[in-house]
């Protein structure tokens, strides 16, 4: 696959943009997830476009987990400004640096017999990153493999980037442990210290930025309150990411430090100490970033399913239609239907697992399709073997999924 823009694309009419892909995809059985081509490649241009201009151009990180397409996933971090990717379990990781030479696990792992085989073969030791942020973590890998009988194990630390607020308390995803600069130099002091290790990389993931919204749809107030924290919290990770950067550089030279993600380019990006961004769910611009104040993706990526039943005349029901989202359970992280236009989900029943019933649907008879946009982007692959990449008005490859590759990592 080959990312190229379009001069024809235009996402901003969605008459056009919908009768484009209900053509291309006339002959598909639902149901069945789509990738606009074009809308890719615009995504990703518009990722590496919001970065600040620097004298020591950052690149962005693949993130896996809102993929979960490896040809996808190949085609965009073989473009330039882009570099690597950042993948969410170790056995996934494995399987890429297969064809990516530089894949970092985002999250710790206690997989024995991934670090059994990462730490016996070289080539995956060579482009393989392991995500720690406690001494244990070296203890469980050196109890599967001791470092006289491995090759050494690249690391990366783990920087809290959530803000302890005042008032508001903590602000943020619950992941390191590792918050003051101490705690972050103390371990790496242990890193550097220890056989068998070679520290090459800080990260941290302020996800109070890059992925709150901050134009909530309808709660101006709330959204005003969010921009509010959003901008003293990119104040103080950028602080004290750099004092802990510094810190470890005393150490030892980093190969890269990685922050933030989609919903966060413009400040993370700006921060002196960090070398690259992730992003992953802004390539698929599914419909959770239609709220955000500083950028609009185009929904590149949307699914179809069919209409089954007519319970009265206003009304369609679907097959399916439960593709939910991750985190606080929520109407925002339900799938949205976007074409036909005015259809809305029945607050009692909402999307579930084998059947989703509309109301505005009076124009919908039994057999038409309707399109939905997923709320983050990794629920998407999930429920799909393959998603048919459409060009222009017809479909140009079926491209499989995690799924259809036979591989579900969580």
């Not at 500083?294 to 399913?305: D, G, M, N, V």
């Not at 084998?354 to 038409?368: E, F, M, Y």
Request: proline share 7%; aromatic share 8%.
């Amino acid at each position: 696959m080959k990312l190229t823009k379009s001069v024809d694309f235009d996402w901003l009419q969605p008459s056009e943009y919908w009768q484009r892909l209900q053509t291309a995809t006339a002959d598909l059985e639902t149901p069945f997830g789509v990738i606009s081509a074009e809308a890719l490649a615009f995504n990703a241009q518009n990722l590496l476009d919001r970065m600040p201009n620097h004298s020591t151009p950052k690149t962005i990180r693949v993130a896996t987990k809102s993929i979960r397409v490896r040809e996808i996933i190949q085609a965009v971090e073989a473009l330039p400004g882009y570099r690597g990717a950042l993948a969410f379990t170790l056995p996934e990781a494995l399987w890429l640096a297969e064809w990516i030479p530089d894949v970092v696990v985002a999250y710790p792992s206690v997989d024995r017999s991934a670090y059994e085989r990462l730490g016996r073969d070289d080539k995956l030791a060579s482009r393989v990153t392991v995500m720690i942020d406690d001494g244990a973590q070296l203890d469980l890998i050196d109890s599967v493999i001791p470092p006289a009988k491995r090759n050494e194990i690249r690391v990366c630390l783990e920087l809290d980037a959530a803000w302890d607020a005042p008032l508001l308390g903590h602000m943020g995803a619950w992941r390191s442990p590792l918050h003051s600069v101490d705690q972050v130099r103390t371990l790496a002091e242990t890193v550097v210290e220890r056989k068998g290790f070679e520290l090459v990389g800080l990260m941290g993931y302020e996800g109070q930025i890059a992925g709150t919204v901050d134009e909530p749809e309808g709660k101006p107030i709330y959204g005003a309150l969010v921009r509010w924290m959003q901008s003293r919290s990119a104040n103080e990770i950028a602080e004290r990411r750099a004092k802990a950067v510094a810190s470890v550089r005393e150490l030892t030279a980093l190969e890269f430090v990685n922050g933030g993600g989609t919903g966060s380019i413009e400040s993370t990006g700006a921060e002196e100490a960090v070398t690259e961004v992730a992003a992953g769910s802004g390539l698929f611009g599914p419909h959770l970033f239609d709220h955000y104040s500083k950028f609009s993706p185009a929904p590149a990526a949307s699914f179809a399913l069919s209409v089954v039943r007519k319970p009265r005349p206003d009304m369609a029901t679907i097959l399916g239609g439960g593709w939910v989202a991750s985190g606080p359970p929520g109407i925002d992280r339900l799938p949205k239907p976007v074409w036909p236009v005015g259809l809305k989900m029945v607050p009692r029943e909402m999307a579930g697992e084998v059947q989703t019933p509309l109301t505005g649907a009076s124009t919908l008879k039994i057999g038409d399709r309707v399109w939905f946009r997923h709320t983050k982007s990794g629920e998407l692959a999930e429920h799909l073997n393959e998603i048919a990449i459409v060009e222009g008005e017809r479909v140009v490859q079926m491209m499989p999924t995690y799924r259809g590759e036979g591989k579900a990592w969580l």
